[in-house]
């Protein structure tokens, strides 16, 4: 499906992944396949051009001509996650109708990838933990990265509310604010907690959260999960 012109992320960011073609861009992407999983399970401060060059069996040079510095190379990690998100989450949910069923494709496609990655876990989120309070260009990637996901998940909302899924006096900002809310307290009992059921709860909590919204519901009232 090509991405439409309401897929701002997916026009930008969601090129179709060229087969390396070169020896050098082979390298550059083992480097970038090996870098991801470094950082998945150490965090992106946990990425170095030593332990890097380490696991790649190449010396600290050959690794920096590919990538310049340090910094360079979290930069690449962040946008090769991210085209591998976009890939991966973003643009199957698309193939699903507008409105609340595009929604729910894109939060269980999210939570389904926190779910699967249990030894990386998410660099949405645990960057977020990394950078929140360090300013550098690594910090203006990762909050561009994210505004971006979380403007497309505000796109689905608005969209549930315009095809009626629902209620006209619904807050999108609030909904996606509180989606959001439940995808991070999901990794943090999978990761730190070590909980076998946050894929349930994250099920039971977006449930309930979408039923407070439906069309079909008076304000302030709730369907029981």
């Known amino acids: 499906m090509r991405p439409s012109s309401e897929s ?19 390298t ?4 970038l396949d090996c870098a991801l999983e470094i950082a998945g399970r150490e965090g992106l401060e946990g990425l170095t051009i030593g332990a890097l060059a380490e696991r790649m069996r190449m010396s600290k040079s050959g690794v920096i001509s590919h990538f310049g510095s340090r910094e360079s190379l979290q930069i690449a990690v ?17 193939q699903r109708p507008r409105g609340l069923p595009r929604l729910e494709a894109m939060i ?11 030894k990386e876990g998410c ?21 561009e990265v994210v505004r971006a996901w979380q403007q497309e ?27 959001y809310g439940v995808i991070l307290a999901s990794h943090h009992e999978r990761r730190l907690m070590g909980s076998d059921h946050s894929d349930e709860r994250v099920g039971k909590s ?19 999960a």
Request: proline share 5%; hydrophobic share 40%; aromatic share 8%.
């Open 8 to 26: 701002s992320i997916a026009v930008k960011t969601a090129k179709p992944a060229r087969a390396p073609k070169t020896k050098g861009e082979q």
């Open 28 to 31: 550059r992407m083992a480097i």
């Open 78 to 94: 962040l946008r090769e996650y991210q085209r591998r998100f976009i890939e991966q989450i973003f643009l199957p949910s698309l």
């Open 108 to 118: 269980q496609g999210w939570q389904g990838q926190v779910s699967d990655r249990l």
């Open 123 to 143: 660099l949405f989120v645990s960057g977020a933990v990394e950078y929140d309070d360090r300013p550098g260009s690594v910090r203006d990637v990762l909050v």
């Open 153 to 179: 998940l505000l796109r689905a909302a608005r969209q549930a509310v315009e095809e009626g899924h629902l209620r006209a006096d619904t807050d999108p900002d609030q909904l996606v604010f509180e989606l």
């Open 206 to 224: 977006f449930k309930r959260l979408i039923d407070s919204y439906r069309a079909n519901q008076q304000p302030g009232m709730t369907k029981a």
